[in-house]
């Protein structure tokens, strides 16, 4: 009976690759080049936003054991702890970074794809046509219900991992030491330029709670997501280093700072041009994986704030494979919006704002969480959780969300305060609507 129960959830790996995938795009591949800037002292900024990311993750970790078989993550626990205008504004929010990222997603495997297939690069037709494709059919693998989801997820995964791994194993053989020195290469003090670095490789980390949304789809919640979501931010967080240090070492830091493609330099220097090919596959499988794994959580966010009347119905509605489906033609059709715009003359600048404010409205979550772990817990009053571990865990991982939403900028932190308070008549709108209803 137990297993006719779980036929068809996401078990550990399943619910591991889903963290894993949708924390490492395409844009890790990239992060070398950006931290060049700051030499080695960038590592400790690795270190730093880790850290906050691991505290975050714990706190995600111990709010998944009280709600067991409760999809939604960062809304559930918001709206438990704060209530519903509160679990409306995180799931509003997150729900556009949603359909926003999925546009930036498809446009960076594009991207990636162009060093393997140049006319991409010549074509916007062309670019449009395998970006829509890839959205569209990776609705239609997930419409299939979420084990079907869960496979491509281990299999991305898998692929997308291989060329890092080889270069962290493989890079270790050409490190040049001298590459580190001077520690710090800017003009910057090391508090500043760690502060700096810290803010930058946050937004790797984005994507840590995505085992916790589809939580009703998992098997044994109570045991899965806390491991899966642990397990996956500790290997994303060593590969994440791991490789920033080897590349680092691996090549020149004025050539790396300039580097369009600087994992791929580093394998260039290990196999020559056969490796360069490897890790574009990398990074265009990367943005394809973590493509597959949003499109699964843009159905299932909105569905549970939907079963609980504070979206549209429609959000709720599910396929015969109970996949809600119409969530993810919404989220994918928006998507597809926002990707044309990318490719749309006189409308780039509008795309890269769009950017700005998904960051933003991304982190949102992390914040309201942490404040609501605090107010559960002491509501619930449990003895293996101690006053000051609370306390000492939420403000740990209040500080870090409130921190990472400065280091988005005003522009994104004002911005993004206005597209939450747009979902406020929207929030008004739904509840009258349901109280209008039968």
Not at 183 to 194: G, L, P
Not at 356 to 385: C, H, M, Q, R
């Amino acid at each position: 009976m137990n297993q006719s129960k779980n036929k068809g959830k996401l078990g550990l790996w399943m619910s591991t690759s889903l963290v894993i995938g949708n924390m490492i795009g395409a844009g890790v591949f990239l992060m070398p080049a950006a931290l060049a800037a700051y030499g080695g002292i960038s590592i400790v900024g690795w270190l730093a936003s880790s850290a906050g990311t691991l505290v975050l993750a714990l706190v995600f970790s111990k709010l998944s054991k009280l709600f067991l078989n409760k999809s939604g993550g960062p809304y559930t626990y918001t709206r438990a702890g704060l209530g519903d205008f509160a679990g409306f504004l995180v799931a509003w929010g997150y729900w556009i970074s949603i359909w926003v990222g999925l546009a930036i997603m498809a446009v960076a495997m594009v991207s990636a794809l162009t060093v393997l297939l140049p006319v991409l690069k010549e074509s916007s037709l062309a670019s449009v046509f395998v970006g829509l494709g890839a959205i569209w059919f990776l609705t239609w693998v997930n419409s299939r219900g979420v084990r079907e989801s869960g496979k491509m997820q281990v299999v991305t995964t898998l692929l997308k991992l291989i060329p890092l791994i080889m270069i962290i194993f493989g890079g270790f053989f050409f490190l040049n030491i001298d590459n580190f020195i001077p520690f710090n290469v800017s003009e910057s003090t090391n508090f500043e330029a760690i502060a700096i670095t810290s803010t930058m490789t946050l937004y790797a980390f984005l994507g840590f709670e995505s085992a916790t949304i589809p939580a009703d789809n998992v098997k044994d919640p109570g045991k899965t997501i806390p491991r899966a979501t642990m397990l996956g931010t500790i290997i994303t967080t060593l590969i994440y280093i791991l490789g920033t240090v080897v590349v680092m070492g691996m090549v020149p830091l004025q050539e790396l700072a300039l580097s369009p493609a600087p994992f791929a330099d580093a394998m260039g220097i290990m196999t020559g041009g056969l490796g360069r090919g490897l890790v574009a596959g990398g990074a265009a499988i990367a943005a394809f994986g973590a493509l597959n794994g949003w499109i699964l959580v843009a159905g299932q966010l909105p569905r549970a704030t939907a079963k609980d009347k504070l979206f549209p119905a429609i959000f709720k509605k599910e396929n015969k494979r109970g996949v809600p489906v119409y969530g993810m033609l919404i989220g994918s059709g928006l998507a597809s919006g926002v990707m044309l715009l990318n490719y749309t003359e006189g409308l780039v600048e509008q795309f890269k704002f769009l950017i700005l404010l998904g960051s933003f409205t991304a982190l949102v979550p992390y914040l309201f969480t942490a404040a609501a772990y605090v107010s559960i817990l002491l509501d619930k009053k449990l003895p293996s959780e101690p006053w000051l571990g609370i306390y000492g865990i939420g403000s740990l991982a209040f500080s870090y969300s409130l921190w990472a939403i400065f280091g988005a900028g005003e522009q994104a932190v004002f911005w993004g305060f206005i597209l939450l308070m747009v979902g406020i008549p929207f929030y008004i709108f739904v509840k009258w609507r349901n109280k209008e209803s039968p």
